[in-house]
C-alpha cells in the first residue's frame, strides 16, 4: 500500500502552489525530484522530462506529497486543508 497526497483544488490552487517547486520553497527538501543535489539549483520541467515521463513525475509528486505540509524544525506538523490523503496498492 503507498500513501498518495493529491490536492483537492488542483485546478485552482494558490499561487504559492501554482509556483512550485519554483518559487524556492522546496530547498528544505533536497531529495525533491527537482532539486539537482550536484549544483543546488532546481531543474525545470523541460529538464525533468528528459529523464522522466510527465506520469513519472506526477507519480513521484502525489507519493512524496512533502510540499502539502507544513514544517517546523524539519517534521511535518500540519497538512495543508487542501489536501487529501488516500492509500492504494
Not at 52 to 63: L, P
Amino acid at each position: 500500500m503507498k500513501k498518495l497526497h493529491l490536492c483537492t483544488v488542483y485546478d485552482k490552487r494558490p499561487d504559492c502552489c501554482v509556483g512550485y517547486p519554483w518559487n524556492g520553497a522546496n530547498e528544505i527538501f533536497p531529495d525533491c525530484q527537482f532539486f539537482n543535489k550536484d549544483t543546488g539549483e532546481l531543474r525545470s520541467l523541460e529538464e525533468q522530462r528528459k529523464t522522466k515521463s510527465q506520469e513519472e513525475i506526477e507519480q513521484f509528486c502525489v507519493e512524496c506529497g512533502k510540499c502539502c505540509m507544513f514544517w517546523d524544525n524539519g517534521k511535518p506538523v500540519a497538512q495543508c486543508s487542501m489536501l487529501k490523503c488516500v492509500m492504494k496498492e
